[in-house]
């Protein structure tokens, strides 16, 4: 067999921002959903919770955009539940997020290796639009720099 998982991983759009094409939960589900574009690309697919009820989200796979669909919004910055819609477990934890307290970014990793190194980290905040590509070391660097 050919592990392809680190070839052709990312697409750019014309602007150069970089497209997420494989998507993958700690487990290993593909998360990427070809039928349901959102910003023209297809969108990663994640089953939200704030505890009472849970919705499927489509949100963008381009790095950087806020844009998503859904069904139901909630109030500005709710901290919800994040998981793959496949085991519907959580996502990994990663980070705190600065946007609101108790926030946090959860991992949505580019291969099946459950490697922080390729991973996408999404704050499980409503709107909040931090996002991150990164290597565990960027994060580290990150959360340093914000100590001294
Ligand atoms: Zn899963
Ligand atoms: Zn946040």
Redesign the pocket.
């Known amino acids: 067999m050919v592990d392809n998982f680190d070839q052709d991983q990312n697409v750019l759009t014309e602007d150069g921002r970089v497209v997420v094409t494989q998507a993958?939960?700690?487990?290993?589900?593909d998360l990427i959903n070809n039928d349901v574009k959102v910003s023209g690309y297809p969108s990663i697919n994640l089953l939200l919770s704030d505890g009472k009820s849970e919705q499927l989200v489509y949100i963008s796979a381009i790095q950087g955009d806020n844009s998503k669909k859904f069904d139901t919004t909630y109030p500005e910055h709710t901290l919800l539940t994040v998981m793959?819609?496949?085991?519907?477990?959580e996502l990994d934890n990663i980070a705190p997020c600065d946007c609101v307290k108790g926030s946090k970014f959860v991992a949505i990793y580019l291969n099946k290796k459950r490697n922080f190194s390729s991973c996408v980290g999404i704050c499980n905040s409503w709107n909040c639009s931090r996002s991150f590509m990164g290597s565990a070391w960027r994060i580290i660097s990150r959360l340093a720099d914000k100590n001294s």
């Open positions: 993958y939960c700690h487990n290993g589900h793959c819609p496949v085991c519907k477990e």
